[in-house]
């Protein structure tokens, strides 16, 4: 057998890994990890006796560190060239398996209640019409929220005249509420929870998830494109597995159609491969903002504890 290092949020369709099983004749064993950042702590932790073969769901926030940390052993996917542009990583030492969009979220039928306009830019939330309407996530304990700062780094460069640090600042005088994570965000604070916050930090599939499960003609909620950053998910072999050639035999799987196609109704996600059919929900219902935001990892890597601690610094005051 094989053994997968998995975040907690990773979910295929039962059955879906036996296929692996019955083209190699070896199982895939799945071991959660906790939340990304625990599951790479893990990997690195253990790289001399590594607890798995393959490890998944390393994102764009976390891959520097676990890149120089030397976890992972270069692999060229078979279906590599079928990868959305812009995934692959310079020298494949991880393959991309499937990303996603964090942006702000609006709920349509309150903003049209408050008889408030949709915003267009981040700059809109620091202005009057928009105070105590939105809900974010501390970037240190979740990753939407992580993402939610770096969309805003990005957009108001360190050193520009406005930065990010002076957005912020402006953002918590115009009454944003920071919670713990995307479930207090999303399922209490928000108002189609029964909150009080129309405007959330959640994800592009949002809307389409809404539709699904709600049993929706229509998207109740929908995304400001100008805040979106890119999660790019990955999936590596890990240095020091003992099955190295079915740890490769793995990745590839992962990136069959089959597989890709499985991926976005069971976490949400959309496929890394262009050759993978979306969903029809996600086909009528999502929206691919045209320039998401995106930070190279060495540069995530670089500065990210730093900004977390300098953004703290700023909620706090």
Not at 170 to 186: C, H, I, K, M, T
Request: net charge negative.
């Amino acid at each position: 057998q094989i053994t997968l290092l998995t975040h907690d949020s990773f979910a295929l369709s039962d059955g879906t890994l036996d296929a692996f099983a019955e083209e190699t004749g070896v199982a895939v064993v799945q071991l959660p990890g906790g939340d990304t950042g625990s599951m790479v702590n893990q990997a690195i932790l253990t790289r001399d006796n590594p607890i798995a073969d393959v490890l998944f769901g390393v994102d764009n926030t976390f891959l520097g560190r676990a890149i120089e940390e030397g976890i992972f052993v270069p692999h060229t996917a078979a279906e590599i060239d079928s990868v959305v542009p812009g995934l692959r990583v310079e020298g494949d030492i991880v393959t991309p398996v499937d990303f996603g969009d964090v942006c702000i979220n609006y709920d349509i039928a309150a903003m049209e209640g408050l008889g408030i306009a949709i915003p267009t830019s981040l700059e809109d939330l620091t202005e009057e019409p928009y105070r105590d309407l939105l809900v974010a996530q501390d970037p240190a304990t979740s990753s939407p929220g992580l993402a939610f700062l770096l969309a805003t780094i990005a957009t108001f460069p360190e050193g520009s005249d406005y930065d990010w640090k002076d957005y912020w600042s402006d953002l918590f005088a115009n009454g944003v509420r920071v919670v713990s994570g995307w479930e207090q965000a999303y399922n209490v604070e928000f108002t189609r929870a029964g909150g009080d916050r129309p405007l959330v930090v959640s994800y592009a599939s949002s809307p389409p998830a809404e539709v699904l499960f709600g049993e929706l003609e229509s998207a109740p909620t929908g995304i400001l494109e100008d805040s979106c950053f890119r999660q790019v998910e990955y999936v590596g072999v890990l240095a020091g597995t003992e099955f190295e050639d079915t740890a490769r035999q793995l990745v590839d799987f992962l990136l069959t159609r089959p597989v890709q196609e499985d991926i976005p109704l069971n976490m949400f996600v959309y496929p890394a491969v262009t050759t993978a059919e979306l969903p029809q929900v996600f086909v009528e219902h999502t929206t691919f903002p045209d320039e998401p935001v995106v930070i190279e990892p060495a540069d995530i890597d670089a500065n990210r504890q730093r900004w977390i601690e300098e953004w703290t610094a700023i909620a706090r005051s």
